[in-house]
């Protein structure tokens, strides 16, 4: 379980792509069965990138280089409007650094799409969360932290047939 440390008791001022990277590395892959399916949405800390596709704000060297490592053909002389033309002719998959730490630990991640939280089951139980929290005291919420925990562990033993 991640602890907020911000006033509010909401994660989202305190998670970033490193916290998340140490959450998945010391408490997620080690407590998973093999082969799981892991579910994500796109917060930007689970978003990080391995190589972005170059814009037409980025450097035309960084440009060039991105052409040449995918062996893209262009002339070194042309405009930045015009290796951008050549990039948006790649066709290049997006690929996440966390979901290719999942992968090559042997589990499978499938990624929600953008701007459906009615998809996110995690949604309604962090509302929920909150909710029930409110108007706790610090040491009714220690006790809440502890019901989940326990629940959380109760539901983690639960397999679903693909």
Known sequence: MFKS???TGDYHGD???TNFRKWID????PNIPPNSVIVMDNAAYHSTQI???PTISS???DMQQWLERRGVQHDSSMRKCDLMKVIDEQNTEKKYK???ILKENGHIVLRLPPYHPDLN???LVWGFIIEVNENDDE????DDDEQVQTESEHESDMEIDL
Request: net charge negative; charged share 50%.
């Open 98 to 100: 966390i979901d290719e």
């Open 51 to 53: 190589e972005k596709k």
């Open 15 to 17: 998670m970033n792509a």
């Open 121 to 123: 089951p995690i949604e």
């Open 139 to 142: 040491d009714e919420v220690d």
């Open 26 to 29: 010391e408490k997620l892959t």
């Open 5 to 7: 440390h911000s006033k």
């Open 59 to 61: 450097l035309k060297s």
